[in-house]
């Protein structure tokens, strides 16, 4: 999954199969989920199970014996979508093993390919958008009966506010909590706004009653999860009014803050932050709370002004070093990583060059690069060429590949002597000795096992690093 760790890649797409296990019998039919892409899919993917379990499903990790397949996929990038779709032809092995089984799309690329996976490519039977995923339990049964179905419809409104999303392959310490959907900001390399449609924020209440159920259920982190967190905004009151200027707005520091509250034992996450959004308010309440968590990811996408106009990020490199400066004074030990993209629309050397001078002169904890995919329908497909040879695209990615794993690794480096608190989250895949968890600047400790359990807070007194992991010894584990 997307910026749980410090690996620094071009492709971050991945599928991860989602399972929980049930006694009950249900309805008798087996589901399989597979997600890709980011955070919100695989969020969306805990909804999607919510709703078909209340249908009587359970949930399998084998798709072979599964009565549905249901891959929630991502359009961001080209490449993502060519692995979904080679994913779809491997299941389609399950139809010739099981005839009756469904095999369905779910997310980005539903949306944006529609009717064309059923009609032409024959790969699906059920496709569903985003925003459509309460009517998949009819859906199924058209399907069912042989009627293959499609729902794409993007809302205004929905955000599954009274969905409890049913929590798949977890750890039952940390969970995601989407606090809005889609987004109106129209960057112009990005299909997000085509596929998951207009921004919208969910009610703050709803919010705060799902991470109070979760803490009761004994987990300890929760990450908040929107396109663009820092345009989150609650101004409509309970009989479903706007809310007259001067009464209460709740916007994304006055969300933090109420999350916060909720328990000092409870940590708290976000994402995504956008560089001309994200206010100084948001930074104080950070700084205010230390169960918020000192880490920002704060894309920037280029460091040159002409390109980010292009772009239409709506901030200029001058405006991004001032936030920079910003959350460093307000929280000097704060932890931020970025997303670059290179080899966007008429990049010359100089524009580059400017990206890798802002990477060096910020020094990113940790960064996701990408050469830029030119996405269907987007502002940039209509109105600029995708011109920079491959070549040099691949050159660029990999010089600014190399420069942020020498900056991982100071920053890493720069925690070895010092005492993080670590919040254990499991067994270390290395060995079964050893546990990991992570410290509040995002960055994953690995360190002996002795009597400790996940859930626990410890104190861990780092001894060693490389540039994607902490090494240490437990030397205080009262913050249980
Ligand atoms: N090409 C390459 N990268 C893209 N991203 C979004 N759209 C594209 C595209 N068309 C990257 C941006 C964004 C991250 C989630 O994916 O860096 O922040
Ligand atoms: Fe895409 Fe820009 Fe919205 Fe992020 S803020 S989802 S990059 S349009």
Redesign the pocket.
């Known amino acids: 999954m997307r910026y749980t760790g410090n690996k620094v890649i071009e492709e971050d797409i991945q599928g991860d199969a989602t399972l929980i296990e049930s006694e009950e019998v249900g309805n008798g039919k087996k589901l399989y989920i597979e997600s890709y892409g980011?955070q919100m899919n695989f969020a969306d993917s805990e909804i999607v199970a919510s709703i078909l379990i209340d249908e009587g499903y359970t949930t399998t990790a084998n798709y072979k014996e599964a009565d549905v397949i249901l891959v929630n996929t991502c359009s961001?990038?080209d490449n993502a979508e060519k692995r979904v779709l080679n994913r779809l032809r491997n299941y389609q092995i399950v139809k010739k093993l099981r005839p009756g089984a469904i095999i369905g799309m779910l997310g980005c690329m539903a949306e944006r390919l529609k009717s064309q996976l059923i009609e032409k490519d024959k790969l699906v039977d059920l496709v569903v958008g985003p925003d459509a995923y309460r009517s998949l339990p009819s859906l199924l049964k058209s399907a069912e009966g042989g009627q293959k179905s499609v729902n794409v419809l993007l809302s205004r409104e929905e955000t599954y506010a009274d969905i409890s999303p049913v929590r798949l392959d977890n750890n039952g310490i940390s969970a995601f909590i989407s606090i809005m959907r889609g987004c109106d900001n129209m960057?112009s390399?990005?299909?997000?706004p085509f596929t998951r449609g207009r921004e919208r924020s969910r009610d703050p209440e709803s919010i705060i009653h799902e991470a109070r159920e979760l803490l009761l259920k004994g987990y300890k982190e929760i990450t908040l999860l929107g396109q663009n967190v820092d345009s989150y905004k609650w101004n409509i009151t309970a009989k479903g009014e706007i809310i007259e200027p001067g009464e209460e707005v709740v916007n994304f520091s006055g969300l933090l803050e109420k999350v916060a509250l909720l328990s000092p034992e409870l940590r708290i996450r976000f994402s995504?932050s956008h560089p001309k959004d994200m206010t100084d308010e948001v930074l104080t309440t950070m700084a205010k709370y230390e169960n918020i968590c000192k880490y920002i990811h704060l894309?920037v996408?280029s460091g040159n002004n002409e390109i980010l106009q292009k772009m239409n990020r709506g901030y200029t490199r001058e405006w991004y070093f001032d936030r920079i400066d910003k959350i460093r004074q307000l929280m000097p030990d704060c932890a931020i990583s970025t997303?670059?993209?290179i080899g966007f629309c008429d990049e010359t050397d100089e524009h580059y060059n400017e990206t890798f001078k802002l990477m060096d002169e910020v020094k990113f904890d940790f960064a996701?690069m990408?050469?830029?995919?030119?996405?269907p329908k987007?502002l940039?497909e209509r109105n600029f060429s995708d011109n920079v040879p491959e070549d040099v695209k691949s050159k660029r990615l990999q010089q600014i590949i190399d420069l942020q794993s020498s900056h991982s690794l100071r920053s890493y480096k720069q925690m070895v002597g010092k005492v993080c608190t670590v919040l254990i989250e499991g067994e270390s895949k290395r060995s079964s000795d050893q546990l990991y968890g992570r410290n509040t600047q995002n960055m994953v400790a690995i360190f002996d096992k002795d009597e400790l359990k996940k859930g626990q807070y410890v104190d861990v007194l780092i001894e060693s690093c490389t540039s994607a992991t902490l090494f240490g010894k437990v030397i205080k584990t009262d913050k249980n």
């Not at 390399?189 to 997000?192: E, H, P, Q, R, S």
């Not at 990408?370 to 996405?375: N, P, T, V």
């Open positions: 980011c961001i990038r960057c390399f990005c299909v997000v995504t894309p996408q997303d670059i993209i996701y990408f050469k830029y995919s030119e996405r987007t940039a």
